[in-house]
């Protein structure tokens, strides 16, 4: 759509880096609103360096850009407002950074976990009709009964309670929860993701600072996440593959999926009976076995980390329900984290050297899995490592508080630039709350106990032969590939160097913002000794009597017609300088 985006020189600069956005009016209308929010917030430095001041209005601007508004509030309570006006993409950003303790800091991501999705439902006549698209049929031949007002509503979904007909509960008729996808979600979140995507780029470039919080890599984590959580059928899928893994232990129970009534937009699942962890916590009911219970959660949730490899990446007490006396429900899978066999051998590897009191190892771990920046210090990281496990090793168990732990972890990693998997972080908090809880429920568990015999029997299953063989051969299999390809990549190389086709590409960065600059500072230069030239003239014409002689109009008339033409280009020109944000 020509002509919707304002042609500025910053906005042809952004072009010639290859920063695309897409070039409509609804996306200039959204960055126009982020770039006023996040000044409105005290974030008009940041506005100003990642060229977005254009999109804020002259007044406004002069107030915000500078920052000050806003500023007697944390960084923390600030990026929260911004996330809550912004919306419910921003919403979801803000949660998933407070997931991150390894890329943002624990005081920030203390007010992010605060964030709440909540959202205004969709009409229920609506929500009946995604339903029967999405399973071919009526909403009556499924459902016996279907409660018109939600129980919850979020940005993503909403989730309704109903009854499902016997011939498709598979026995009689049984209450089930049906969560619908919101109605146009998908425009929202792509329109969302581009702009942010964009925005990452900028601040990369632009500002040097922002590039330890890694923005493009948080950005395409976070679109990843919420495509998943969009994904209902990946979710059923996930929850399937869970129940499967922990069918051996029935005091482990998870809401059944029933497929027929489940769509690319509807998720039907078994309500599951219980007492919410909450109430168990602050009640202590009498029927609850705490001890049993706090033994089968840990033992349950570290099989999940260092057997199944699944595991459920928000056990909150809200996401626990209790089966007297000792029986577990996990509900609402939209968090789950993935733990691949060479993750899991690395994660027992650094485990293994934590109890042993070798940080050494552990920092080899860490490079093993790409963690280290290009300005990690080995020695300072390994040096640390050494003083934290000396700091816990010995600690009597009642004053071990894994939630003090994890963040120090994190925030040591933060300050050496390493960057973990995201699998490990999730790792890292279910832990953290699953073993707060456990401790909750039995402050004399010992938690350590419990995880090293499983460490051992792990290691020893890594180390059997068999699986030493099977590695082995895929090692020699992957070696043989390259022995076999490597006389024909040779045979290409060479046969470009004699062709000529060899080429050598140098990338420089920065390079355009420069020129841009240059290519600005001349053009306005240019504007300015035209304006100097009309003022100069049409003082000279003023003076001089005389008239022009075809139309007969006297010289002084032409000389003020040129005063006119130099104050509205001299007027326009002040006005881009101030639009630019460039004025000191």
């Not at 073993?435 to 890594?462: E, F, K, M, N, W």
């Not at 992957?478 to 022995?483: G, P, Q, R, V």
């Not at 035209?530 to 014409?541: E, K, R, T, Y």
Request: with cysteine; charged share 20%; hydrophobic share 45%.
């Amino acid at each position: 759509m020509p002509g919707v985006f304002p042609r500025t020189g910053n906005w042809l600069m952004l072009q010639a880096v290859n920063l695309r956005l897409p070039r409509t009016v609804r996306s200039i209308d959204r960055v126009r609103q982020i770039a006023q929010v996040l000044s409105r917030h005290g974030f008009g430095h940041v506005v100003a360096r990642l060229r977005l001041a254009q999109y804020v209005p002259l007044p406004r601007r002069w107030q915000e850009i500078g920052g000050s508004e806003g500023e007697t509030e944390s960084l923390g309570r600030r990026l929260a407002r911004v996330c809550e006006e912004l919306g419910p993409t921003f919403v979801k950003l803000g949660q998933m950074l407070s997931t991150r303790p390894d890329v943002v800091p624990a005081d920030i991501v203390a007010e992010l976990v605060k964030l709440q999705d909540r959202v205004p439902p969709f009409d229920a006549a609506e929500a009946r009709r995604i339903v029967a698209a999405n399973i071919g049929a009526p909403i009556e031949e499924a459902f016996a009964s279907f409660e018109e007002q939600p129980m919850a509503s979020g940005s993503i979904a909403q989730v309704h309670r109903a009854m499902l007909v016997p011939a498709v509960a598979d026995g009689p008729v049984r209450p089930v929860v049906v969560k619908i996808k919101r109605p146009g979600i998908e425009n929202v979140v792509q329109l969302d993701m581009a702009i942010l995507r964009w925005i990452a780029q900028l601040a990369e470039r632009l500002v040097p600072e922002l590039a330890l919080y890694r923005p493009t890599a948080v950005v395409e984590e976070f679109e990843r996440t919420v495509l998943r959580e969009m994904d209902f059928i990946n979710e059923a899928a996930t929850m399937q593959r869970f129940a499967e893994a922990m069918s051996d232990e029935p005091a482990f129970r998870t809401p059944r999926v029933y497929w027929e009534a489940t769509g690319p937009s509807v998720l039907t699942l078994e309500m599951l009976e219980g007492i919410s962890a909450r109430v168990v916590l602050a009640e202590r009911p009498p029927e609850i076995d705490r001890q049993a219970l706090a033994t089968r959660l840990a033992e349950g949730f570290l099989r999940q980390y260092l057997e199944i490899g699944l595991f459920h990446a928000d056990p909150h007490p809200g996401n626990l329900l209790i089966i007297p006396p000792a029986g577990v429900g996990l509900i609402d899978f939209g968090l789950t984290g993935q733990i691949d066999d060479r993750m899991l051998d690395q994660l027992v590897v650094a485990l293994v050297a934590a109890f042993s009191h070798e940080p050494g190892v552990i920092v080899e771990v860490l490079a093993d899995l790409n963690c280290l920046g290009d300005a990690t210090d080995r020695h300072q990281l390994q040096r640390e490592l050494g003083e934290l496990i000396e700091k816990y090793y010995g600690l009597p168990l009642h004053r071990f508080d894994m939630q003090t732990l994890f963040y120090e972890i994190t925030g040591l990693l933060r300050r050496n630039a390493v960057s973990l998997p995201r699998e490990f972080v999730l790792l890292g908090k279910s832990l953290v709350a699953i073993s707060g809880i456990c401790l909750q429920l039995y402050p004399d568990l010992d938690l350590v106990s419990i995880v090293r015999p499983r460490l051992r029997r792990l290691t020893a299953r890594r180390l059997e032969p068999g699986r030493l063989m099977r590695s082995a051969t895929i090692t020699g299999w992957h070696l043989l590939n390259i022995l076999k390809s490597a006389p024909g990549q040779m045979r290409d190389v060479f046969r470009r160097m004699a062709t000529g086709q060899w080429q050598v590409q140098i990338r420089h960065q920065n390079i355009d913002d420069l020129a841009h600059e240059i290519d600005r500072a001349s053009n306005r230069l240019s504007f300015s000794v035209i304006i100097g030239a009309l003022v100069i003239g049409s003082s000279w014409i003023i003076t001089n009597p005389g008239q022009l002689p075809l139309l007969g109009l006297p010289l002084s008339a032409v000389g003020m017609l040129g005063f006119v033409i130099a104050g509205f280009m001299g007027l326009w020109l002040v006005v881009a300088i101030l639009r630019s944000g460039k004025l000191s």
